[in-house]
């Protein structure tokens, strides 16, 4: 069976989510806290960002990731080690955001679209078995 639905599903998943977290002010709540861990633990290279920097990065992946579909829809061997990385990346980043939410008793940003993006790298996952 072909990744290639499923890849496109979290590929839209991760579009809606990086809209979600533009448009709730993620950098607000992630800058202090990368200052933060770097204040504790100096040897972490966790980078802070300016809005249109995060921004364009986000869209730049993005895009690759959407230009990969075909590839998904082919059935390119290489693609199944790529949708480990892609679902497993975007699961931790779906937790996260809703851990993150729990443990701080209210709506982070992203955690609107956390459930979607959690679906669809489940899915995803499963179609590479």
Do not use: Q
């Not at 972490?44 to 895009?63: K, M, Q, R, S």
């Not at 075909?70 to 059935?75: D, E, S, V």
């Not at 199944?80 to 699961?91: H, I, K, N, T």
């Not at 209210?106 to 669809?120: D, H, N, R, T």
């Amino acid at each position: 069976m072909t990744l290639g639905p499923a890849w496109l599903a979290l590929c839209i998943a991760l579009a809606i989510h990086v809209a979600d977290e533009a448009l709730t002010d993620f950098l607000s709540v992630y800058n202090p806290a990368v200052r933060a861990i770097r204040a504790r633990f100096s040897f972490l290279p966790l980078p802070t960002f300016t809005f249109p920097v995060w921004l364009g990065g986000l869209i730049a992946v993005t895009v690759l990731l959407f230009a990969l579909s075909p590839a998904a829809f082919r059935g390119e061997p290489a693609m199944r080690p790529a949708a480990y990385v892609f679902g497993l990346v975007m699961a931790g980043n779906g937790l996260l955001h809703l851990g993150g939410s729990i443990y701080m008793r209210k709506a982070m940003p992203g955690v609107y679209s956390a459930p979607v993006i959690l679906a669809a790298a489940v899915y995803l996952l499963a179609m590479v078995r």
